[in-house]
T-cell receptor, first 114, second 115 residues
Framework: GNSVTQMEGPVTLSEEAFLTINCTYT??????LFWYVQYPGEGLQLLLK?????DKGSNKGFEATYRKETTSFHLEKGSVQVSDSAVYFC?????????????FGAGTRLAVHP | KAGVTQTPRYLIKTRGQQVTLSCSPI?????VSWYQQTPGQGLQFLFE???????NKGNFPGRFSGRQFSNSRSEMNVSTLELGDSALYLC??????????????FGQGTRLTVV
């Protein structure tokens, strides 16, 4: 079946540290891939996306590359800030018969300390 | 441009009652999807509506239903509430339904507590 697997959290880092959150997927066809971020008490915000193999999505210093050969979409940031503390969700978009359906990973909580 | 608006933000209901949640998508967006978020199950797809038609439904009991109006606003209804229905319900809207660049924009959610 279609699924997304993320590394378990929480991930605890000091400010300015390098961040990697691993994400791998299983899907039929060629899904689009997304990273969403959820701040406390809020809904989900789209962080970045990639629609085909080798695409690199980037936003606010975060990057992720769509790797078809390893079915991965790992999130990276070179220097995290306290304000990056949130829960990060990797997701794939299934499109079939005209409908959209996002399948999410379990989420990875990131805590950044000063 | 206004974002996705969900009302109410918070709800407390009693077991056995029914509840209706509302979602106003971004202007021009015709696709509205609903998701349930719980600590145990994470984010799970409920259903998607496009042009007033339900196009896909997740693996939830028939107590969960929804509809979409001609202005793309959507409501979801849960009847005979159970304690396990306590969750954050998120609505997402998108414009380019089914296209490769479809992006879903989420509302802030409705926090439902069943007591």
């Amino acid at each position: 079946g279609n699924s997304v697997t993320q590394m378990e959290g929480p991930v605890t880092l000091s400010e300015e540290a390098f961040l990697t959150i691993n994400c791998t997927y299983t899907a039929t066809g060629y899904p689009s891939l997304f990273w969403y971020v959820q701040y406390p008490g809020e809904g989900l915000q789209l962080l970045l996306k990639a629609t085909k193999a080798d695409d690199k999505g980037s936003n606010k210093g975060f990057e992720a590359t769509y790797r078809k050969e390893t079915t991965s979409f790992h999130l990276e940031k070179g220097s995290v800030q306290v304000s990056d503390s949130a829960v990060y969700f990797c997701a794939l978009l299934l499109r079939s018969g005209g409908y959209n359906k996002l399948i999410f990973g379990a989420g990875t909580r990131l805590a950044v300390h000063p | 441009k206004a974002g996705v608006t969900q009302t109410p933000r918070y709800l407390i209901k009693t077991r056995g009652q029914q509840v209706t949640l509302s979602c106003s998508p971004i202007s021009g967006h015709r696709s509205v999807s609903w998701y349930q978020q719980t600590p145990g199950q994470g984010l799970q797809f409920l259903f998607e509506y496009f042009s007033e038609t339900q196009r896909n439904k997740g693996n939830f009991p028939g107590r969960f239903s929804g509809r979409q109006f001609s202005n793309s606003r959507s409501e979801m209804n849960v009847s005979t509430l159970e304690l396990g229905d306590s969750a954050l319900y998120l609505c997402a809207s998108s414009f380019n339904a089914g296209g490769p660049t479809t992006e879903a924009f989420f509302g802030q959610g409705t926090r439902l507590t069943v007591v």
